[in-house]
């Protein structure tokens, strides 16, 4: 379980937290939040691999020092998982944990693509980067797990969008597909510049 405020948040709770932020983004790169949400979802209700191994499998000459497992956990000397490599449907996993046993870095091949997750001490993610078939993003995070900058180099030109403490944004370079506060979509060219105030309206704009 994560702390929220300080003390526990279950995995369902922050998931919800992560949905409700999805929602109110509404444009265009959703996809490498969703990809995000994801990895989290499937690396830390993994519960840190408290598995058995299966046994260590040659097959054959020249194959002796190899290992087939479905898991594998390693521990450090006091005991605590640090490390966790295994394979579920979705694919192989990876998860790194500190001295405390908090998850801090976690990477798995999805189904469009490889994504690679890094958390803070309170197993907060912080940073989140993702290559899919219409190209990679990358996702960081306030201490609040709030989204603060996204960058996206998609097939038709890169997105690079930035959010206050509120995770309004309030300034897009690229080309951009928003939504206007009265609802309606907005696409702005490739080389444009826009600058938006705390309501979400546009206070300032090159376009090119």
Do not use: C
Not at 169 to 183: C, L, Q
């Amino acid at each position: 379980m994560l702390k929220k405020g300080g003390e526990n948040m279950t995995i369902e709770e922050r998931l919800e937290i992560m949905e409700r932020e999805l929602g109110r983004q509404k444009r265009r790169n959703h996809w490498l939040l969703a990809a995000i949400l994801v990895l989290l979802g499937g690396l830390v209700a993994a519960g840190v691999f408290k598995t058995m191994i299966t046994p260590v499998q040659a097959q054959g000459a020249g194959t002796a020092n190899e290992i087939r497992a479905k898991r594998i956990v390693l521990e450090d000397e006091n005991g605590q998982d640090r490390a966790g490599l295994f394979m579920d449907k979705d694919g192989p996993k990876l998860v790194l944990s500190d001295e405390n046993g908090k998850v801090r870095a976690g990477l798995r091949v999805l189904k469009d693509g490889p994504a690679m997750e890094l958390m803070d001490e309170n197993s907060k993610t912080r940073a989140g980067l993702v290559v899919s078939k219409d190209g990679p993003g990358l996702v960081l995070m306030d201490e609040n797990g709030k989204t603060r900058a996204m960058l996206t180099g998609f097939k038709d030109g890169p997105v690079l969008e930035l959010n206050d403490e509120n995770k309004n944004v309030r300034f897009a370079a690229g080309k951009i597909k928003t939504i206007s506060p009265d609802g309606k979509t907005i696409e702005f060219p490739e080389f444009s510049l826009i600058l938006y105030g705390p309501d979400g309206k546009v206070i300032w704009s090159a376009i090119k």
